[in-house]
């Protein structure tokens, strides 16, 4: 089951919310979708689950992260990026969480005063057949000068970062 959330609140900085559970994705956003094989088995499943919904796998890959908790619908989370001078913050807000049989995980949108504008959603699912994935679909565009300034970069640096996420999670999740 997925929930989704009004967020009077806080503002989330693009209209789309929960856009990422469904498809297609907007138009007017760089899209992107990434799919890792973390491990086989129950337990790995929840173990990863676990550590998705938990920011550890954010942790794990360099992120430093700041939240009122595991990843629920409405959930505040500031995460830090970059090295030395160049680490930003950037504010986010969970919109949904998906917890149904073989399935879990949550979405976060960017706030206002983050430099893209936009929404990821980090998934763990139990195939089938016993292997577990790890997906991260999103879409983005620049909100501030200097994003817009990096251009093409920034999808470089997306999709590493999210490979790192998936190379992180498996290793957690072998500790299963």
């Given amino acids: 089951m997925t929930r989704l959330i009004s ?16 498809r297609p994705l907007p138009d007017g956003y760089r899209h992107l979708h990434h799919r ?3 491990g086989h088995g129950r337990e790995v499943f929840e173990t990863a689950g676990e550590a998705v919904l938990s920011f550890r796998t954010h942790r794990a890959a360099g992120a430093s992260v700041r939240a009122d ?26 919109v949904a969480t998906t917890d149904a049989p073989g399935l879990t995980g949550f979405t976060y949108g960017t706030l206002t005063g983050h430099p893209a504008s936009g929404e990821e959603s980090f998934l763990v699912e139990l195939a089938a057949d016993g292997t577990v994935w790890f ?14 300034l990096a251009g093409p970069l920034l999808p470089v640096l997306q999709r590493a970062f999210v490979r790192s996420l998936g190379r992180h999670l498996r290793t957690l999740a072998a500790t299963a």
């Fill in 7 to 22: 967020t009077g609140r806080r503002v989330l900085s693009y209209p789309e919310h929960g856009a990422t559970l469904r």
């Fill in 36 to 38: 890792t094989r973390v």
């Fill in 135 to 148: 997906e991260v679909t999103a879409f983005s565009r620049p909100a501030a000068w200097y994003t817009r």
């Fill in 69 to 94: 908790g595991p990843a629920v619908p409405g959930a505040r989370v500031e995460i830090g990026l970059g090295l030395g001078p160049l680490r930003i913050s950037v504010p986010c807000e969970v």
